[in-house]
């Protein structure tokens, strides 16, 4: 997972390797006079491109719900002035966009995950690899319970299910069960606490072949639950379609298959346009289409930015178009 790559010194200035780079802005074709979206900032790698390709003459919004992360972005965007940033959930980009005046946009971009300046940070309670405090939280002041709470008063049955759908972790009884065990004795307060006690419920055979530490799934699903991160992608894919204008772009970066197969769902049903059941002989549910899918497959890193950036590997981008005025009508049934 993972946004940016800090370079030496983890600095503002340092150098920020944002995925999928050159894709991103083949997609979003930033223009000058143009308006965009980066709902998940970070450390203001894309955003930053975005407005150099545009020559400094777009405007551009920038969410993040960390605000060490915005604070970075807001000194390595300070030279453009067309840049505005906000620290929001992307989900409420709306609000962003009346705040400044906006009634459109010609581009949208979210990427997807946790940024290694969040990964590398033991304090912030990402990582299984430091101990730290079991927060995971991406903005503390989101009102949001951190993952300590989560871990030591759920049941059973609700950690077991957040396992195994969220971090697809096909030991998630056994990990929850040794969970709930664990809790009753002393409750988790750390990160090591935690991975220690789910490297444990792996059988030994597995642990010894496993190509990764046994807690990586655990983490991540407990991750995605704290900060609702699928309920978060879901809520911006229902909103942003009208708020992009005819011609504009959408440009979704996931490192989760769940994700990827959120953003495959919306982006073919605003295709398709009516929903109606396929035998039914008129449209009665009045849905048109909307976008026009770019991207039939998703787009993954090539092997020259894996290596360069193996937190990358898992990344898939999936871009769509706002269909024209006079396009609409396409996808409804006679």
Request: aromatic letters at 4%; one cysteine or more; charged letters at 30%.
């Amino acid at each position: 997972m993972g946004r940016e790559r800090i370079g030496e010194g983890g600095a503002a200035g340092a150098l920020h390797v944002p995925v999928l780079l050159r894709e991103v802005l083949h997609f979003l074709a930033p223009r000058p006079g143009g308006r965009y979206l980066d709902g998940t900032v970070g450390l203001g790698g894309h955003s930053m491109a975005l407005l150099e390709a545009a020559g400094g003459q777009a405007e551009l919004i920038g969410l993040d719900r960390d605000p060490e992360a915005l604070a970075r972005a807001r000194e390595r965007l300070s030279s453009f002035p067309g840049a505005r940033l906000a620290n929001l959930r992307y989900s409420r980009f709306a609000d962003a966009l009346a705040d400044a005046g906006w009634d459109g946009l010609d581009g949208a971009l979210l990427d997807l995950g946790v940024s290694s300046l969040q990964l590398d940070d033991a304090e912030r309670g990402f990582s299984f690899l430091a101990d730290g405090p079991l927060d995971m939280r991406m903005g503390a002041s989101d009102g949001v319970a951190p993952a300590s709470s989560l871990v030591n008063r759920t049941s059973f049955e609700r950690l077991r299910e957040l396992i195994g759908r969220l971090g697809e972790e096909p030991l998630c009884g056994r990990i929850a069960r040794f969970i709930v065990n664990e809790r009753e004795k002393q409750p988790f307060e750390t990160t090591r606490q935690l991975a220690e006690c789910v490297e444990r419920a792996y059988p030994a055979k597995m642990r010894a072949t496993a190509r990764r530490h046994p807690a990586t799934r655990t983490f991540q699903a407990l991750r995605m639950a704290v900060n609702q991160e699928l309920e978060e992608l879901e809520s911006f894919l229902s909103d942003i379609v009208a708020h992009i204008r005819p011609g504009g772009r959408i440009a979704v970066i996931s490192f989760h298959s769940l994700e990827d197969r959120l953003v495959k769902r919306a982006f073919r049903d605003e295709e398709k346009g009516c929903q109606c059941p396929p035998r039914q002989p008129v449209c009665t549910c009045g849905r048109v289409a909307r976008l026009k899918v770019l991207t039939k497959k998703p787009v993954s890193p090539g092997e020259d930015e894996c290596q360069d950036n193996p937190r990358a590997r898992s990344a898939k981008l999936r871009a769509a178009e706002r269909l024209a005025a006079e396009d609409l009508s396409r996808g409804a049934r006679p």
